[in-house]
């Protein structure tokens, strides 16, 4: 299906680990497959597991045939069931670290959007995503539609996102992809968020400053106007936008915003550099799709776009 602009949604890629989550993953990418008459890539990596784990007996290279026949097993049960559904779906199943294997997956097959669950098999609290969504939302070159075990597998449409800026040129890739995928904009809802950064501890102090000193605090309107030229770009592709200025900081600030407004999805840009020096996507996008109440949409912008965005 292509949109105004003439591209089109060939292929969505899903990533999956027969957790409940992968398989809330596995319900989001048909969908989308529906949605845009694509095709369906379901992918899943085999990781060798430590020789120290095997029983007494087994050889570790018998072993590793045997989790690759189980998974393409798996794999093709998942993938008859929806191709009865009308849908075309190839699997594709690699051995190797799952995050970079599966980003190798994605780019090979030409993925348009790659859906990944946050959570895995072993169900453990991680400190940000657990190794395998983080390294895909950190290394994707396509958009990742990322999903959370307390999310539903709804088909309804997408009515009220929540996007994140920092006012830079990012934004401007992050609206096309959305566009893109969801391109129902009738009913659609984007709340265009600008996060205040100024530290919780000098919050009362500027405002009480403000007060004291008869001056209106117009730091506020000055972000609007900041924000217009993303909000006429959303507005141009047919979505019905408002915009807020959040006091804390983004993580907290846009999760909550998400939580109060009964989001369907937030969509954040972010720029493909090292995790060291990348502060949106080392720590900032890491965090609110790990919190966030609803799927995520993570866009990489362009490497032109990130050296605009400094």
């Known amino acids: 299906m292509s949109d105004a602009s003439g591209r089109t949604i060939e292929a969505v890629a899903c990533a999956v680990d027969f957790s409940d989550t992968a398989n809330l993953a596995w319900a989001r990418a048909r969908e989308l497959a529906r949605r845009h008459h694509a095709g369906l890539v379901l992918c899943h990596a085999v990781e060798p597991l430590p020789v120290a784990s095997y029983p007494i007996g087994i050889v570790p290279t018998t072993a590793d045939v045997e989790l690759r026949k189980f998974a393409v097993e798996r794999l093709e049960g998942m993938a008859s069931e929806a191709r009865r559904s009308g849908l075309a779906v190839q699997t594709v199943v690699e051995n190797g670290p799952p995050g970079p294997t599966l980003v190798e997956a994605a780019e090979r097959e030409h993925a348009d959007v790659l859906v990944i669950g946050t959570r895995g098999l072993a169900g453990l609290e991680h400190l940000l995503l657990g190794s395998t969504a983080e390294t895909v939302v950190r290394l994707a070159r396509c958009p990742i539609l990322t999903v959370h075990p307390q999310d539903d597998a709804s088909g309804e449409p997408v009515r009220t996102v929540v996007m994140p800026t920092d006012l830079g040129p990012d934004a401007a890739e992050a609206v096309e992809a959305f566009a893109r995928l969801f391109p129902d904009t009738e009913e659609t809802r984007v709340v265009l968020a600008f996060a205040d950064s100024t530290p919780p501890y000098l919050e009362p102090f500027r405002h009480e400053a403000l007060e004291r000193w008869g ?81 995520v949409l993570t866009v990489p912008v362009s490497k032109q776009a990130a050296e605009e965005a400094g």
């Open 215 to 295: 001056e209106a605090d117009s730091r506020g309107e000055e972000i609007e106007e900041r924000m217009q030229p993303i909000a006429a770009r959303l507005e141009a592709a047919g979505f019905r936008v408002e915009r807020e200025v959040l006091d804390g900081g983004p993580v907290g600030g846009v999760t909550d915003l998400a939580r109060d407004r009964d989001a369907d999805l937030i969509v954040l840009a972010t720029r493909r550099r090292s995790a060291l020096t990348n502060l949106l996507v080392g720590r900032i996008a890491q965090r609110i799709v790990q919190y966030a109440p609803c799927p």
